[in-house]
T-cell receptor
Framework: NAGVTQTPKFQVLKTGQSMTLQCAQD?????MYWYRQDPGMGLRLIYY???????DKGEVPNGYNVSRLNKREFSLRLESAAPSQTSVYFC????????????FGSGTRLTVV | AQSVTQLGSHVSVSEGALVLLRCNYS??????LFWYVQYPNQGLQLLLK??????LVKGINGFEAEFKKSETSFHLTKPSAHMSDAAEYFC??????????FGKGTKLSVIP
């Protein structure tokens, strides 16, 4: 099925370890997003990429980096994981059309111990 | 600038009762409005959206929402709650651009 694919689905890291969360979409969307979801905080935007070759900070970018590898793929990297980064991470994509909406991946549940 | 306020982080209803989840938005231009649903351990799925056509919008699973410009509201309703409706619901607004601003979510519990 067409959509947004995130890997891995679950991950446990030790404090200080690094990892990359992968996201790929097959809908030919221009824009992609990374959110984190924490209880009581809703969705918070970490980084986004309006189009291939561009990335911008969102609301909570500290401790993260991103790469828009090509039009399909947008990865999120934690260079030195901290317990505060324990969260559920969602990738989303959209067209640059008002009213189009977002398509979300199924999420990555990350625990940093 | 755009913003969304969802009133009530938790709502409980009895099975068969009316579901009403409240969403108010702020936008300096005519908005596009969305409701997403998130079932436990899953991603967000589009439930319905308002894009300036009919003010009463019907979505999946019997849900609907009414756009009221005078009240800057886009409340989500369902006449009769089902156990399978238990989930978290997010309202979102897109105003000047295609990018969305999300509310903090309302968790719906359905009591048998």
């Amino acid at each position: 099925n067409a959509g947004v694919t995130q890997t891995p689905k679950f991950q446990v890291l030790k404090t200080g370890q690094s990892m990359t969360l992968q996201c790929a979409q097959d809908m030919n969307h221009n824009s992609m997003y990374w959110y984190r979801q924490d209880p009581g905080m809703g969705l918070r935007l970490i980084y986004y990429s309006a189009s291939e070759g561009t990335t911008d900070k969102g609301e909570v970018p500290n401790g993260y980096n991103v790469s828009r590898l090509n039009k399909r793929e947008f990865s999120l990297r934690l260079e030195s994981a901290a317990p505060s980064q324990t969260s559920v991470y969602f990738c989303a994509s959209s067209e640059e059309i008002r009213g189009y909406g977002y398509t979300f991946g199924s999420g990555t549940r990350l625990t940093v111990v | 600038a755009q913003s969304v306020t969802q009133l009530g982080s938790h709502v409980s209803v009895s099975e068969g009762a009316l579901v009403l989840l409240r969403c108010n938005y702020s936008s300096s231009v005519p908005p596009y409005l969305f409701w997403y649903v998130q079932y436990p351990n899953q991603g967000l799925q589009l439930l319905l959206k308002y894009t300036s056509a009919a003010t009463l919008v019907k979505g999946i699973n019997g849900f609907e929402a009414e756009f009221k410009k005078s009240e800057t509201s886009f409340h989500l309703t369902k006449p009769s709650a089902h156990m399978s409706d238990a989930a978290e619901y997010f309202c979102a607004v897109g105003a000047g651009s295609y990018q969305l601003t999300f509310g903090k979510g309302t968790k719906l519990s359905v009591i048998p």
